[in-house]
Nanobody, 125 residues
Framework: QLVESGGGLVQAGGSLRLSCTAP????????MGWFRQAPGKVRECVGG????????GYADSVKGRFRISRDNAFPTMYLQMDNLEPEDTAIYYC????????????????????WGQGTQVTVAS
């Protein structure tokens, strides 16, 4: 139901922008999140955004380098990734959670009801 795009191969220090298209009629009632899973590691939360787009949160490892935004009119969520590092190499997933609270995002992957198939991001050193 969710479709990620924008992954690829980039050199360390480079940038990528991921998109998550969510053909959900009531997209604005969903809090959204980005997660990633590297080979041999558990899936981890990269960050999330509230349903009104005004509250975001990030993992410590990406703070200051990644930025999440959303456009409820399209509806699409974005992950702008700058100053990429080889450690950022992973499959990136977007997720959606139906919520009533306007200004809350969620870190736990178990909280999310809908997931995309993922897009590969590879950062070469």
């Amino acid at each position: 139901q969710l479709v990620e795009s924008g992954g690829g191969l980039v050199q360390a220090g480079g940038s990528l922008r991921l998109s998550c298209t969510a053909p959900i009629r009531t997209f604005s009632t969903y809090a959204m999140g980005w997660f990633r899973q590297a080979p041999g590691k558990v899936r981890e939360c990269v960050g999330g955004i509230s349903r009104n787009g005004q509250v975001t949160g990030y993992a410590d490892s990406v703070k200051g380098r990644f930025r999440i935004s959303r456009d409820n009119a399209f509806p699409t969520m974005y992950l702008q990734m700058d100053n990429l590092e080889p450690e950022d190499t992973a499959i990136y997933y977007c997720a959606a959670k139906s919520v009533s609270l306007m200004d809350t995002w969620y870190q736990m992957n178990e909280a999310y009801q809908h997931w995309g198939q993922g897009t590969q991001v590879t950062v070469a050193s």
